[in-house]
C-alpha cells in the first residue's frame, strides 16, 4: 500500500523559505523518480520538481534558482527546499513518484501559505 506523508508547510512572508519532507513507503523509492506538485485554489496541480533515482533534477520555470529538490535513499524520503519565496508560491504541496502521478494515490499535502 503506497503512502505518502508530506510535512513542513506552513505561514511565511514574502521572501522567506520553508522546507518540506515527504515519507514514501509501499514504492520501490530507489527505483522511481520522484516530484514535487502543488495546486492553488481553484487551478490544476502542477509539477514544480523532480529528482530522479540517480540524482537529476528539473524545475518548472516559476521556480527555477530558487526552489531545491532532494531525496534521501536511506530514509525513502524526498526534500524541497524553498527560498524567496512569492506570494504565488501558496498552495497545497504534494510529492509522488512520477509513475503514480496521473493515477494517485495522492497523500494529503502539506499547505504553504506566502503573505505579509
Known amino acids: 500500500q503506497v503512502q505518502l506523508v508530506e510535512s513542513g508547510g506552513g505561514l511565511v512572508q514574502p521572501g522567506g523559505s520553508l522546507r518540506l519532507s515527504c515519507a514514501a513507503s509501499?514504492?520501490?523509492?530507489?527505483?522511481?523518480?520522484m516530484g514535487w506538485y502543488r495546486q492553488a485554489p481553484g487551478k490544476r496541480r502542477e509539477l514544480v520538481a523532480t529528482?530522479?533515482?540517480?540524482?537529476?533534477?528539473n524545475y518548472a520555470d516559476a521556480v527555477k534558482g530558487r526552489f531545491t529538490i532532494s531525496r534521501d535513499e536511506a530514509k525513502n524520503t524526498v526534500s524541497l527546499q524553498m527560498n524567496s519565496l512569492k506570494p504565488e508560491d501558496a498552495a497545497v504541496y504534494y510529492c509522488?513518484?512520477?509513475?503514480?502521478?496521473?493515477?494517485?494515490?495522492w497523500g494529503q499535502g502539506t499547505q504553504v501559505t506566502v503573505s505579509s
Open positions: 509522488n513518484s512520477d509513475a503514480l502521478s496521473a493515477t494517485g494515490p
Open positions: 529528482v530522479t533515482s540517480d540524482g537529476r533534477t
Open positions: 509501499g514504492i520501490i523509492f530507489r527505483l522511481n523518480t
